[in-house]
């Protein structure tokens, strides 16, 4: 029996070896394919494409609210107008986007008669391209906290930061109006962003590289923000808030419907909140935010994926079938090769004998 089995092996051997390459390839498949999932890091183009939008939603918005904002100089009551916006009409041309490898990104740009749009990677923390004079231990540091508001914090000054660790919390938007760098360190210091700085001579500074955060939709949150604000000299509290109203909310479903459906609110309900309250301070409609609550439930009351049902998704997946396919294919080709090879001795035998 065992010379029998041992026998069938070896007239078999390549049929074993095939089926054990495709069993090893489905293992290793079905445990790597997952570990390689697509960067959250922005991309280049995405840095690009964040800015383009940001230029034009800030455009279309002008373009939009231009009687509403020309009204006082037509009524005779105010001389700011659209033409205030400087920049709606000194285009930047002069844009220099950076990417941090660990922690945050931005984009400079400046009025330039030339176009170039340059972006590169930074290895340390954002904060140190704009500012590399910073210090890299902040032991003994005091500490110095901006806290996350609804608005931003309006800084006409430049700020000295020398000797204090000065920490911007997610949420905190930082608008700076006066000139150069809203921050300026010459005895040491550290800054550290996880909010936003915008520097209205040119600088979009985020705590955060990830692509929700330098996406198409969050440029038009960012773009409306800077509106509204460079509106503030132009038109009363009551307009600007009708104006934010009617722009952002739109924007907001738009934001919690891709999240919805993206699972960013599964293992994190405190975001869902977080995103629902800010829904409510523009949306007046009881119907919308049933809606939305409704969604919500009904995302967190459908079953996650058990294993199973994971690995028979990564084997349908295309890149499963091609290495299954290709395998496959080269066994059959090394058996009928083999085949071939036996055909041709056993017609050659008889002929050597004969001769």
Known sequence: MKK??????RKHKYLYLGVSIIMILLLATVLILPSFKESSVVSHE???SYFEEYLAEYSKLVEENGPLLDQGIVEGYSESGSHNLTFHWQRPYQIEGVISETHGAML???HSNSMAFTISDFSLPIEYYVWPAMVADPSGLPSIRVLKASTYYHLDSYVSADGV????DPGANLMYTGPGYAFRFSKGGLLIIFGSLTEKSGLILKGSNLKEDWSRLQADFDSLSRFLWDCGEILNETTIKSIDTKYRLPLQLEKMSARLKNGAYADNPNLFMEDYEELK???????????????????????????VEKILDILNSPIVTAIVAAAVGGIIGAYLERRSSRIKRKTQAPTQMKR
């Open 165 to 168: 660790l000065t920490y911007v």
């Open 46 to 48: 995405g840095l690009r």
């Open 4 to 9: 029998a089995s041992v026998q069938y092996f």
């Open 108 to 110: 400079s740009f400046n």
């Open 281 to 307: 301070t523009v949306c007046t409609s009881e119907t919308t935010l049933s809606k939305v609550l409704g969604d919500y439930y009904e995302m967190q009351g459908t079953a996650s994926p058990t294993m």
